[in-house]
């Protein structure tokens, strides 16, 4: 094997070979000639590369390994590492898309040959993109470049496929996702929300990140004349100059080093900053930095590095323009910072304060706030008034960074952000945004968090929506009290009834089975708690597949269907209607689709939701219960008698279904009495 070779993993040949992880375990005990590993560690040992693929191909295994794949296994087992292996892409794919004539001569010579010119071609690009001044994106030299030569040519091949820009996000997003807690990412969704409060989406502009990371946020900028990036890690700083390069045809200067000690643009004149800067750092520079020009309203103490960059930020602008930074919500209301945040107050620096969702970004358990910011302009008046957004109750119940409904935050913060910009003030939304005068906020703690200076909104939407809410109820208890079944009454007899199991009934083709849980694309998803509470399809589907994955299509129910959790919930079954039809089915869910000339799906999924029958066809880990649905147990009837039984089962489903709706309704009227009746909307 040559030095230098590129490395695999198990995981690595799965992928390539298209199977699991232990299908690669079994090959490597029963054949005796499968490849050594090579590097790696006893219990995650690596392989060469090119010896894997021989012994794929040989074997038969590698008949349609994906182009993507095998540039991705090459890149992610790079001898020099796969950050320096990515930057060494990232460059010839720059080539490839800014001079692209340039790059098919030096494709059609030797290794040999593309070696000794490339460096050439790709310092008259790099010079072109990013000046003279690119300390963070130098040129590499022939002998840095050799062991990536099968990299570059496949980067570039990949490139022609889908283009240089996606090709370098490919190879990119799956690097930061198999190394997920080296990175702290900033998720589209805040990016062109913050993008669109700083005006950045305006065409022509000059933005600056002053820690850019991953360069999400100048992403998130439209046609910008310029883009000023800087990260404390060199090698995410070349990453980032190089993604933003691929992006767009904006002037790049992009520079490494600690931007509070070292500040790469002292100069700068931005018309917007857009910065997500590292939350509670004690080590940025408070020691050296007592009397740095920047700290224009106050020096920040030690505990206060956030309140640092937005000083920062603040200097960075011409004056006018806008920044804004995502923060812990814990600067908000610090005491440590209440100076700098009442000075900020009184010369009109500090514009608006937006909290968002939890989940919204990372750490994803707390709500995060955005702060608008902007620099006073010579003769400016300060404003009079600070706006504060709160939009913590467009976070759904029980949902996650998966599921928040980017588009109704981003309306709900710009519906209130740009009359507030233009107007100085705006009518207030209870429960969502206020603009409240500065001289209410400069009390003792100069506490900016929004909830605790808006009015909180009525959980029962008003009397007059109580009085809805009351009828509905008394409507519901109506039914249900029609729709309670009759008293029961005793079987004449318990003789045993022939029987089958739903896996005899999928074998005999009665019954179509299938999984839920994969797939992209558009469609509500049906997930387990919907099922278990009888409500209409609340998850959500990812936009698209995972970097290098292919797109699956997702498990579409249909009407007729019966649906089954199979993860420790106790007897359930759903039988789809008209309105659900069309979702996908959701993880820890199986789906059975009778033939209806066979079974009836009441009939169905009554039997499957009896206790017995459950427990029968359960097994038990250490810590859930899994059902086995291929073991359900149903008696063989006719099909006429099977409806008679799911006429009984239709009922006691609409029985159910009423209760449930009896239980929310009657919850929502108690708690919003006790709202109205304590935030004065509701006479006592």
């Not at 892409?89 to 790059?103: E, H, S, Y």
């Not at 520079?255 to 900053?273: I, M, N, S």
Request: net charge negative; proline share 8%.
């Amino acid at each position: 094997m040559p030095e230098n070779a590129a490395e695999v993993t198990a995981a690595g040949i799965a992928r390539l070979a298209g199977v699991g992880r232990a299908a690669v375990s079994n090959w490597r005990r029963r054949h005796a000639d499968f490849p050594k590993p090579v590097g790696g560690t006893e219990t995650s040992p690596s392989f060469a590369l090119q010896e894997v693929e021989q012994w794929l191909r040989a074997q038969g295994k590698l008949a349609e390994v994906p182009l993507r794949e095998r540039v991705w296994q090459q890149l992610s087992g790079h001898p020099a590492g796969a950050v320096n292996a990515l930057g060494h892409a990232g460059r010839v794919l720059l080539l490839v898309r800014d001079r692209p004539t340039a790059w098919l001569e030096l494709a059609a010579v030797s290794d040999k040959r593309l070696i000794a010119r490339l460096p050439a071609a790709l310092d008259g690009v790099l010079k072109a993109r990013f000046g003279e001044q690119r300390a963070a994106v130098p040129t590499p030299g022939p002998a840095e470049l050799e062991p990536s030569v099968a990299l570059l040519r496949g980067a570039a091949e990949l490139a022609a496929e889908i283009g240089a820009r996606q090709a370098f996000e490919f190879l990119l997003g799956r690097h930061l996702d198999a190394n997920p807690r080296q990175f702290t990412l900033t998720p589209a969704g805040p990016a062109e929300l913050m993008a669109a409060l700083a005006g950045a989406d305006t065409q022509g502009r000059t933005v600056l990140d002053p820690a850019s990371g991953t360069g999400e946020l100048l992403r998130a900028v439209r046609q910008p004349a310029a883009l000023y990036a800087q990260d404390a890690d060199p090698e995410l700083a070349s990453l980032t100059a190089l993604r933003l390069a691929l992006h767009g045809d904006a002037d790049i200067r992009a520079a490494a080093g600690d931007t509070l000690r070292a500040d790469a643009f002292p100069g700068a004149a931005a018309d917007a900053v857009l910065c997500h800067p590292p939350f509670n750092e004690r080590n940025w520079g408070h020691d050296e930095l007592a009397y740095d020009p920047r700290w224009e309203y106050g020096f920040p103490a030690r505990t206060e590095s956030e309140l640092a960059w937005v000083q920062h930020a603040l200097a960075r602008l011409r004056p006018g323009a806008t920044a804004v930074l995502l923060m812990p919500p814990a600067v908000a209301s610090r005491k440590s910072g209440r100076r700098v945040r009442a000075d900020l107050l009184r010369r009109g620096a500090l514009r608006a304060v937006v909290s968002l969702p939890a989940g919204a970004a990372p750490p994803y358990g707390i709500p995060l706030h955005l702060w608008v910011l902007r620099r006073p302009a010579a003769g400016d008046r300060p404003g009079q008034e600070l706006l504060l957004v709160d939009t913590a109750e467009l976070a759904e119940p029980g949902g996650g960074r998966d599921r928040l409904d980017w588009p109704a935050v981003h309306r709900a913060v710009l519906d209130a952000w740009l009359p507030f910009d233009r107007d100085g003030s705006v009518e207030e939304r209870r429960g969502r945004s206020r603009s409240v005068p500065v001289i209410e906020l400069l009390d003792d703690d100069v506490d900016l968090a929004p909830a605790r200076h808006l009015p909180p909104p009525a959980t029962g939407g008003g009397a007059a929506e109580l009085t809805d809410v009351r009828e509905r109820l008394a409507d519901t208890l109506r039914l249900t009290r029609d729709l309670t079944p009759e008293a029961a009454a005793p079987a004449a007899g318990t003789a045993v009834r022939p029987g089958t199991t739903v896996g005899e009934l999928v074998r005999a083709g009665a019954i179509e089975l299938r999984s839920g849980g994969t797939g992209t694309g558009p469609v509500p998803v049906l997930t387990e708690q919907d099922v278990l509470d009888g409500t209409a399809p609340s998850g959500v589907l990812p936009d698209g597949p995972a970097p290098g994955e292919e797109p699956v299509e997702p498990v579409l129910v249909r009407a007729g269907d019966v649906v089954v959790p199979v993860l420790g919930v106790g007897p359930s079954a759903r039988v789809v209607d008209e309105a659900t039809a069309g979702a996908a089915l959701g993880r820890n869910l199986q789906l059975l689709r009778p033939d209806a000339a066979a079974l009836d799906p009441w009939f169905l999924a009554g039997f499957l939701r009896g206790t017995a029958n459950n427990r029968q066809a359960s097994s038990y880990a250490s810590t859930a219960t899994r059902l086995d649905v291929r073991r359900l147990q149903l008696p063989r009837l006719p099909l006429a008698e099977q409806r008679r039984y799911g006429d009984r089962f239709r009922a006691l489903a609409e029985f159910e279904s009423a209760l449930r709706l009896a239980g929310r309704l009657g919850g929502q009227l108690v708690q919003g009495l006790y709202d109205g009746l304590t935030d004065g909307t509701v006479e006592a």
